[in-house]
């Protein structure tokens, strides 16, 4: 049964045009990461929750936003999207301890399958 | 800022061959990640390394955390095509996890 569920697999849109991609989950996990990942490269993460507190890295550009509106859902948001949006927008969670906050926990991150993101 | 390098960038094995890969961090880490992504798959978790020195075995993979916790690697002995994908290792340092670039394997039958 899958974990982390991500819709759509495959996102085609148009070049400034706003998209929304998707991530649930049934782990009950408190910590939620959105990542983007070109070919051949590491995921690098954009931001995260930890519960409802919104961490963004500090290279995230403005055009991307998120919303976690509970615990199952979270949500990225790219306003207007360029065509080096273009990639695999992984989303992920884990349950972190108040202690271990932060990114880094001791807990492995779930990954769901992505949304392969287009841009015409 | 925490960076974390890994070598080699890829890696073209006979089958039966071992596969190495590395992992560097500029600083020190409280714990250190592995994980497998198949091609057109998910990063998918393999193991955490958290003492410094401290070596697992999962089967014919072999994982290793420095002793000054700044490196690691991870080993896979008498390499088989299932094997093939890219490892990414994943180190935490003060507050952060940063993902190295991978390693991405493949095998030839």
């Known amino acids: 049964d899958a974990m982390v569920i991500q819709n759509p697999r495959y996102q085609v849109t148009q070049f400034g045009k706003p998209v929304t991609l998707s991530c649930s989950q049934t782990?009950?996990?408190?910590?939620m990461y959105w990542y983007q990942q070109k070919s051949s490269q590491a995921p690098k993460l954009l931001f995260h929750?930890?519960?409802?507190?919104?961490?963004n890295e500090a290279d995230t550009p403005d055009n991307f936003q998120s919303r976690r509106p509970n615990t199952s859902f979270c949500f990225l948001d790219i306003r207007s999207p360029g065509l080096g949006d273009a990639a695999m927008y992984l989303c992920?969670?884990?349950?972190?301890?108040?202690?271990?906050?932060?990114?880094?926990?001791?807990?492995?991150?779930?990954f769901g399958d992505g949304t392969r993101l287009s841009i015409l | 800022g925490q960076q974390v390098m890994q070598i080699p960038q890829y890696q073209h094995v006979q089958e039966g061959e071992d596969f190495t890969t590395y992992c560097n961090s500029s600083?020190?880490?409280?714990?250190i990640q592995w994980y497998k992504q198949r091609p057109g798959g998910h990063p998918v978790f393999l193991i955490q390394?958290?003492?410094?020195?401290e070596v697992k075995k999962q089967k014919r993979l072999t994982f290793q955390f420095g002793e000054a916790k700044k490196n690691s690697s991870l080993h896979i002995t008498a390499t088989q095509t299932t094997d093939v994908g890219t490892y990414f290792c994943?180190?935490?340092?003060?507050?952060?996890?940063?993902f190295g670039a991978g390693t991405r394997l493949t095998v030839k039958p």
């Open positions: 992920a969670t884990s349950r972190v301890s108040s202690r271990g906050r932060g990114t880094g926990s001791n807990q492995p991150q779930h």
């Open positions: 782990l009950n996990h408190n910590v």
């Open positions: 929750y930890y519960d409802k507190d919104f961490n």
């Open positions: 600083t020190t880490l409280s714990n």
């Open positions: 390394l958290v003492k410094s020195g």
């Open positions: 994943a180190g935490r340092g003060n507050n952060d996890m940063r």
